[in-house]
C-alpha cells in the first residue's frame, strides 16, 4: 500500500511548481493553466485523505472543486479574451495602463 | 517495491514531468498539452486509491471539458510563443534556492508528521453510489447551489465573449 | 517454467488477449472499409471494388500497401510535435476503448493456468463512465491536427468537428443515464444481466423498449460523435477539401481513418449491449425453443456452400482457388458447431452480440450512401435545441417511472 504521506508530498510538489509557473510566466492563459494546476493539487489531497480516513466526503469534495475551476475556466477565459482583444497581446506586462 | 508503490512512482514522476514541461515550454498550446498530461496522471493516482467515479470525472470534465476550451482558446486567439521580457536577477539567484528550501521543508514536515497512515487501497463501498448518496443528502445545498453557479458562469461567459454590436 | 506461468497468469493471458483483439480488431476495420464500399455501391447501381481479389476482397490489402508506401510529407510550418501527437492521440484512444467491452457470458470451457478466461480484457466497475472518458479525450486528436497543420481549411474544418464533438458529447452522456437507472450500475455485464431478467420474452425484454427515446438520442449523438453521416460536414469532400485531415497524407490520414472505424465499431458495440440485449438471443428461452439454438450452422453451412458454389464458378484462377478454400471453411465451422453442443452453447453468446454490431455497422454505412448532411449552423442547433432537451426529460420520465414502480 503506498502511505498517504506519499501523496501529500506530490500534491505539496505540484502545487508548488503550479506556485513557480504563475509567478514566472508572462503568458496570461500559461498564467491561468498554473491555476488550474494548483486546483489539481489540491484535489489529490483531498482524496488522499479521503481514501487514509475511509470517508467519501473528500470526493465529493473534490467534484465540487472541479465544477468551481469549470465555472471559474469558463469566465476566466472570457475575460482573457476580452483582453487580448483589447491590449492587442497576451502578455500580461502589457496590460498596464494602470502604471504610473 | 509492491507493483503499487511502483505505480504510484511513475505516475508521480510523469505528473511531476508534466507540471515542470508547464513551465518551462514556450508556447501556450504545449503548456495546455502538459496539463493534460498532468491532469491524466492524477487520474490515475486516483484509480490507484480506489476513487475511480472521481477519476472517471476528473478525465471527463476536466481532460475533456475544461481543457478543450483552453485550446479552443489558445487556437481563436492565435497565441504564439511567448516574447522574451527581462526577468529580474534577483529572482533567479535568490528565489528559486529559497523556493527550492521552501519545498523541501514543507515536504520535510508532510512526511515525518503522525499522519502516516497507511491507506488501505480500495475504498470499502462502491465509490459511485456512497458519493451519490452523500451528494443528495449531507451535501445537497452545496449541490444545488453549484447548479446556480454554472447558471451564473455561463451567463457571465456569454456577456463576455460578444461582439459589441 | 511452470511456476512463473503460474504466477504471472493474469499478466501473460491479458497480454495475449490484448494482441488478439487488436489483430481482430485491426483486420475487422479494414473489412469494414471493404464492406461500406460494397454496400454504398450497390446502392448506388455499381459494383464497388470486384477487380483486386474475387469480389474485392484483397481491396483492403491493396488500400493498405498504398498507405505504407505512399510518400509522407510534412508541410511547412506545422507545429511539428502537435502534428506528429494529433493521428496518435486519435488512434490511441480509440483502440483503448475495445478493451473495455465484454464480448461474451461466459469464460472458456477450459481454464489457462488456472485462471478463468473472459471473453474481454476488463471488466471495470465504471465501464460506462471510462468509454465516455475516452470519448471526451478524443476531441483533442481532431482539435489539435486542424490547428497544427498550419492552414486554413483544416483549421476551420478542426475548430468545427471539435466543437460539434463536444456538444453531442451532452446529449450522448444524458440519453444513456436512463439505461444506467434501470441497470444500476456502470458495469457493462450488469448492464447486460440486467436485461436478462425475462429471458422468456426474448426480444421483448431489451432496453430498447422502454428507452426508446434514450436509444433515439444516443444512436443520433454516437453518430455525430464519430462524425459520420449525416454530421460529416468537417470532413465532407466537397466542403471543406478534406477537413481536419487535409494535409495528413498516406500512414496519419491512414490512423485517422483507423481510429474513426474503430470507433464506429466501438459505438456499435455500446448500442447493442446497452440497449438491445448485448449477447442476449432475441428468441424467448423457452423449452420447445431450444432448437434455435443451431441457428448459428444454419447460417453458417448454407452461406459456406454458397460461397463453394460462387467461386467454383468465378471467372479469375485465384477467385477459383480462394473462395471454395473460404467456403470450406465458414462449412467446417457450422459443422463443428451443430456437431458439439457444448461448443455450440459456448457460441450462442458472443454469435449473437456479433450479429448485432453487424447490423449496426450496417445501418451506420446505410445512412452513408442514403442521407444528405446537415449544414453547420443546422447541426449544431439540433444537437442542442433538440437532442439535449430530449434527452434529459428521458432522464426524467425513466427516473419518475422508476420511481413509482418502486423498488424490486
Not at chain 1, 504521506?5 to 500559461?30: D, E, P, Q, T
Not at chain 1, 479521503?50 to 475551476?69: E, Y
Not at chain 2, 520535510?108 to 459511485?128: D, F, I, K, N, P
Not at chain 3, 428468441?283 to 453458417?300: D, K, V
Request: glycine share 8%.
Amino acid at each position: 500500500m503506498v502511505p498517504t504521506n506519499y501523496y501529500l508530498v506530490l500534491s505539496a510538489i505540484l502545487f508548488g511548481l503550479g506556485v513557480v509557473a504563475f509567478v514566472f510566466k508572462r503568458n496570461i492563459i500559461a498564467i491561468f493553466m498554473s491555476i488550474e494546476l494548483m486546483l489539481n493539487a489540491v484535489n489529490l489531497a483531498f482524496v488522499a485523505f479521503s481514501q487514509a480516513k475511509h470517508q467519501s466526503d473528500g470526493q465529493v469534495f473534490v467534484l465540487f472543486v472541479i465544477v468551481v475551476a469549470a465555472a471559474e475556466a469558463a469566465v476566466g477565459l472570457g475575460i482573457i479574451i476580452l483582453t487580448a482583444r483589447n491590449r492587442q497581446s497576451l502578455n500580461v506586462e502589457k496590460v498596464n495602463l494602470l502604471k504610473l | 517495491m509492491t507493483a503499487q508503490l511502483a505505480i504510484f512512482f511513475i505516475l508521480a514522476v510523469i505528473a511531476v514531468l508534466g507540471a515542470l514541461s508547464l513551465i518551462f515550454q514556450r508556447h501556450p498550446i504545449h503548456s495546455a498539452l502538459s496539463l493534460i498530461v498532468v491532469m491524466v496522471a492524477l487520474a490515475g493516482l486516483y484509480l490507484l486509491m480506489g476513487a475511480d467515479f472521481v477519476a472517471a470525472v476528473q478525465i471527463i470534465v476536466y481532460g475533456g471539458a475544461i481543457m478543450v476550451l483552453f485550446i479552443f482558446v489558445i487556437m481563436l486567439l492565435n497565441a504564439g510563443i511567448e516574447e522574451r521580457t527581462d526577468v529580474s536577477k534577483l529572482a533567479g539567484i535568490a528565489g528559486i534556492p529559497l523556493a527550492v528550501a521552501l519545498l523541501g521543508f514543507l515536504a520535510a514536515a508532510v512526511a515525518r508528521s503522525s499522519e502516516s497512515a497507511q491507506g488501505s487501497g480500495q475504498m470499502a463501498l462502491a465509490s459511485t453510489k456512497e458519493i451519490s448518496t452523500m451528494l443528495f443528502r449531507e451535501f445537497v445545498y452545496p449541490f444545488e447551489l453549484t447548479s446556480f453557479l454554472i447558471l451564473v458562469a455561463i451567463l457571465g461567459a456569454l456577456v463576455l465573449a460578444q461582439r459589441d454590436n | 517454467m511452470n511456476a512463473f506461468l503460474f504466477a504471472n497468469a493474469t499478466l501473460i493471458i491479458t497480454l495475449v488477449k490484448v494482441a488478439l483483439l487488436l489483430f481482430i480488431v485491426l483486420t475487422v476495420n479494414a473489412y469494414l472499409t471493404w464492406f461500406e464500399r460494397k454496400v454504398v455501391a450497390h446502392m448506388q447501381s455499381r459494383w464497388g471494388p470486384h477487380r483486386v481479389g474475387p469480389h474485392g476482397l484483397l481491396q483492403p490489402l491493396a488500400d493498405g500497401a498504398k498507405f505504407l508506401l505512399k510518400e509522407d510529407p510534412t508541410p511547412a510550418g506545422v507545429d511539428k510535435f502537435t502534428y506528429f501527437l494529433a493521428p496518435l492521440m486519435a488512434l490511441a484512444l480509440a483502440l483503448t476503448s475495445i478493451a473495455i467491452i465484454p464480448f461474451g457470458p461466459n469464460p472458456l470451457p477450459w481454464k489457462i493456468w488456472g485462471q478463468d478466461v473472459y471473453l474481454g480484457i476488463t471488466n471495470l466497475n465504471i465501464g460506462i463512465l471510462a468509454l465516455f472518458a475516452i470519448t471526451a479525450l478524443s476531441v483533442y486528436g481532431v482539435a489539435l491536427a486542424g490547428w497544427s497543420s498550419n492552414s486554413k481549411y483544416p483549421l476551420l474544418g478542426g475548430l468545427r468537428s471539435s466543437a460539434q464533438m463536444v456538444s453531442y458529447e451532452l446529449a450522448l452522456t444524458m440519453s444513456v443515464v436512463g439505461v444506467l437507472l434501470m441497470a444500476g450500475s456502470f458495469n457493462l455485464r450488469d448492464i447486460i444481466t440486467a436485461q436478462s431478467h425475462h429471458l422468456e420474452r426474448g426480444i421483448f425484454g431489451w432496453n430498447v423498449w422502454p428507452q426508446i427515446l434514450g436509444f433515439f438520442c444516443f444512436f443520433i449523438a454516437a453518430v455525430a460523435e464519430t462524425n459520420r453521416v449525416p454530421f460529416d460536414l468537417p470532413e465532407a469532400e466537397s466542403e471543406l477539401v478534406a477537413g481536419f485531415h487535409t494535409e495528413y497524407a498516406s500512414f496519419k490520414f491512414a490512423m485517422f481513418f483507423i481510429a474513426e472505424y474503430t470507433s464506429m465499431i466501438t459505438v456499435s458495440c455500446l448500442c447493442t449491449i446497452m440497449f438491445f440485449g448485448g449477447w442476449l438471443s432475441p428468441i424467448p428461452e423457452l423449452p420447445w425453443l431450444h432448437f434455435t439454438h443451431y441457428l448459428p450452422s444454419a447460417i453458417l453451412i448454407p452461406f459456406g456452400l454458397w460461397v463453394i458454389w460462387d467461386g467454383i464458378r468465378y471467372e479469375t484462377i485465384f477467385g477459383r482457388v480462394v473462395l471454395p478454400a473460404i467456403g470450406t471453411v465458414i462449412t467446417a465451422i457450422g459443422v463443428v458447431l451443430a456437431v458439439f453442443p457444448a461448443v455450440n452453447e459456448f457460441v450462442q453468446g458472443p454469435f449473437w452480440l456479433l450479429a448485432k454490431i453487424g447490423t449496426f455497422l450496417f445501418i451506420y454505412v446505410w445512412m452513408r450512401g442514403t442521407l444528405p448532411r446537415f449544414r453547420y449552423d443546422q447541426l449544431m442547433s439540433f444537437g442542442w435545441k433538440l437532442l439535449l432537451p430530449v434527452s434529459i426529460a428521458n432522464v426524467v420520465i425513466t427516473a419518475f417511472v422508476l420511481l413509482m414502480r418502486g423498488p424490486q
